[in-house]
């Protein structure tokens, strides 16, 4: 099991940036495909981005291409999110899973097992 905390949101313009980070307690961060969702008001919860347990293998939505950048750092049992020329349209609620799912690209909210409460992201035009 693990549990994970998120946090780096807050408000910011249009064409700014962020970096979101996802804590993770235990010794088995490792062994966990991570994963960033968000969910804006009224909209289901959606895919970000993802990343292997290594870190060699990421994924992104569409939306996120050429904008946002996962990354990793095992040894302190953390993710990142890198946000840079962000837009209205992606204010939400980003939220960190965690999956043992492996094998391909990991996207779907119901394949991960685990949930930080979330980190507000408002971005103002």
């Known amino acids: 099991q693990v549990e994970v905390v998120e946090s780096g949101g807050g408000v910011v313009q249009t064409g700014g940036s962020l970096r979101l980070s996802c804590a993770a307690s235990g010794r088995t961060f490792s062994s966990y495909v991570m994963g960033w969702f968000r969910q804006a008001p009224g909209k289901e919860r959606e895919f970000v981005a993802s990343?292997?347990?290594?870190?060699?293998?990421?994924y992104y939505a569409d939306s996120a291409k050429g904008r946002f950048t996962v990354s990793r750092d095992n040894a302190k049992n953390t993710v990142y999110l890198q946000m840079n020329s962000l837009k209205p349209e992606d204010t939400a609620v980003y939220y960190c899973?965690?999956?043992?799912?492996?094998?391909?690209?990991?996207?779907?909210?119901?394949?991960?097992?685990?949930w930080g409460q979330g980190t507000q992201v408002t971005v103002s035009s």
């Open positions: 899973g965690a999956t043992r799912i492996v094998g391909y690209d990991v996207r779907e909210v119901y394949e991960y097992a685990y």
């Open positions: 990343i292997s347990r290594s870190g060699g293998n990421t």
